[in-house]
């Protein structure tokens, strides 16, 4: 079974700071990846999501990702951060192939952005 | 559309009872899965549906009953409250299996059992 790391449990930044949470996964075959993103008191929201192509992606709010296959990771990046983004943020992943639509989740990272 | 909706919003529960939660979807999704979420754990899915009148165990099934008698519909029971069972609970659905799409959350449900 597939399983997710998030590396820290609550980062905290000053507004305008750069930010990269840490997302590892272990499963040696074919894989999607996803972070979701929580805002207090709200549902999960998908932030960005690879399947194929470039390893690079981008979603929404300016949060990117990058796959890094020989290292098992999906790390979220943003290079300005603002209060608004406030949240908790937590990477999943999917095995590739038939009937393989279940989710597994990281523990979650909590960011708090101070102004 | 409303997307996915969860019933109730809040609930508090003395150890022993039952209830059920209720989750609907107006995307015509195949999918819905039921997950909890506790500090620290993130979400784990307890049961999940590929279609009508199908269900499946997830990672922590224990303790709790699922049924999808409507494809728009996914109830979660739980017979006999357990103290161990106060979380949020959040249903999803998501078209097809396919491994790549997205999964939309309702709201929750946050339940306490005393």
């Known amino acids: 079974a597939q399983s997710v790391s998030q590396h820290n449990h609550h980062v905290i930044l000053s507004e305008a700071a750069s930010l990269e949470l840490g997302c590892n996964y272990s499963?040696?075959?074919?894989?999607?990846l996803f972070w979701y993103v929580q805002y207090p008191g709200q549902h999960l929201q998908l932030l960005l999501k690879y399947f194929s192509g470039d390893p690079l992606v981008k979603g929404i709010k300016g949060f990117e990702a990058e796959f890094i296959k020989s290292k098992f990771s999906f790390n979220l990046r943003k290079p300005s951060v603002q209060w608004s983004d406030t949240a908790e943020y937590f990477c999943a992943v999917t095995r590739s192939g038939a009937g393989s639509y279940q989710l597994t989740f990281g523990k979650g990272t909590k960011l708090s952005v101070i102004p | 559309n409303a997307g996915v909706t969860q019933t109730p919003k809040f609930r508090v529960l003395k150890t022993g009872q039952s209830m059920t939660l209720l989750c609907a979807q107006d995307?015509?999704?195949?999918?819905m899965y039921w997950y909890r979420q506790d500090p620290g754990m993130g979400l784990r899915l307890i049961h999940y549906?590929?279609?009508?009148?199908?269900?499946a165990k997830g990672e922590v099934p224990d303790g709790y009953n699922v049924s999808r008698l409507k494809k728009q519909n996914f109830l979660l029971g739980l017979e006999s409250a357990a103290p161990s069972q106060t979380s949020v609970y959040f249903c999803?659905?998501?078209?097809?299996?396919?491994?790549?799409?997205?999964?939309?959350f309702g709201p929750g449900t946050r339940l306490t059992v005393l």
């Open positions: 995307m015509n999704h195949e999918y």
């Open positions: 999803a659905s998501s078209t097809l299996g396919r491994a790549y799409n997205e999964q939309f």
């Open positions: 499963y040696g075959g074919t894989v999607n």
């Open positions: 549906s590929v279609g009508e009148g199908t269900t």
